[in-house]
């Protein structure tokens, strides 16, 4: 049996330095504070809790002299500006990419135009998307997209990590809708590059294993993907998720990881597989 491992599986830069930022500062501090999890991945936010980060729900539980760690997902201008009147010590951990998301929705609404956003409703990046305009339209599915009523002017961007396929559904949809549309494609460039891969492995190998939280929006839709192109694929969150019977009498398994997971948990998922298929020569890279 041979192991084909996904070259960019596993956490994104933004991910990784968010949370490497938030091992620092909890270090150097003795605790941090964030308002959420910073991650979705269940194994990260335990390890992160053993080293002094604390996980609130409003910026009043937070003690005057320690930090708090604004989350990869974006935060909301009026939490920014709450928090600089209370005069706390801010990290800000936002991913650049979503910033840069930040700034095309803005731009957009200067243009005078109303402003949807492709992604999931109540995802934390959606939701710190949405707070940088005024009263945007959130749609997640085509069948939402053909509800609404025709309009004007609209500016379009989507969720950093949207499939291609469902935006690209959905935008043909507001092309029969608006008549002035500007979209712009702002999937990031990890995304992007992970879904093609995990196209093309779960493609050619006999059984497809995603490693990723199911609370994880991006690692479900890797394994979406991956289901559409092989019927034996399997998420899981740790090694012990791994049913031997899955691997019998297969040539060929692929691995890759949503972006919040750890390179750790790879790791062991993928000496697992080997334990089981009783593998000696090493994985190969994929992509």
């Not at 599915?141 to 609209?154: F, G, N, S, Y």
């Not at 507001?174 to 979209?183: Q, S």
Request: hydrophobic share 40%.
């Amino acid at each position: 049996m041979k192991i084909f491992v996904a070259k960019d599986a596993g956490y994104c830069f933004g991910v990784r330095d968010a949370v490497n930022l938030a091992y620092t500062t909890a270090r150097k501090h003795g605790e941090v504070y964030m308002l959420g999890h910073i991650v979705h991945n269940e194994n990260v936010v335990r390890d992160l809790e053993k080293v002094g980060t604390k996980v609130v729900e409003s910026l009043d539980e937070v003690p005057r002299d320690k930090p708090v760690l604004f989350r990869a997902h974006g935060t909301a201008p009026d939490v920014w500006n709450q928090a600089r009147e209370k005069g706390l010590n801010i990290v800000d951990a936002t991913c650049p990419l979503v910033i840069e998301i930040h700034e095309e929705a803005r731009k957009l609404e200067a243009e005078g135009r109303k402003i949807i956003i492709i992604g999931d409703h109540g995802h934390d990046e959606v939701v710190g998307i949405a707070s940088q305009v005024n009263d945007p339209i959130i749609v997640a599915t085509p069948e939402e997209a053909q509800k609404l009523r025709k309009m004007k002017r609209v500016g379009v961007v989507s969720q950093s990590t949207q499939m291609i396929e469902n935006v690209q559904a959905i935008i043909n949809i507001l092309m029969t809708k608006v008549f002035d549309l500007h979209f712009v494609n702002t999937i990031c460039f990890p995304t992007k590059r992970n879904h093609e891969q995990i196209k093309e492995l779960a493609s050619m190998v006999d059984v497809m294993i995603v490693i990723g939280s199911f609370t994880s929006a991006n690692s479900n839709r890797l394994t979406q993907l991956s289901l559409e192109r092989n019927p034996n694929s399997h998420q899981v969150t740790c090694a012990d998720d791994l049913a031997p019977e899955w691997f019998a009498g297969v040539e060929t398994v692929g691995i890759s990881a949503g972006a919040s997971t750890p390179d750790k948990i790879i790791t062991e998922v993928i000496n697992e597989v080997r334990k089981i298929g009783k593998i000696k020569e090493e994985e190969m890279v994929y992509g």
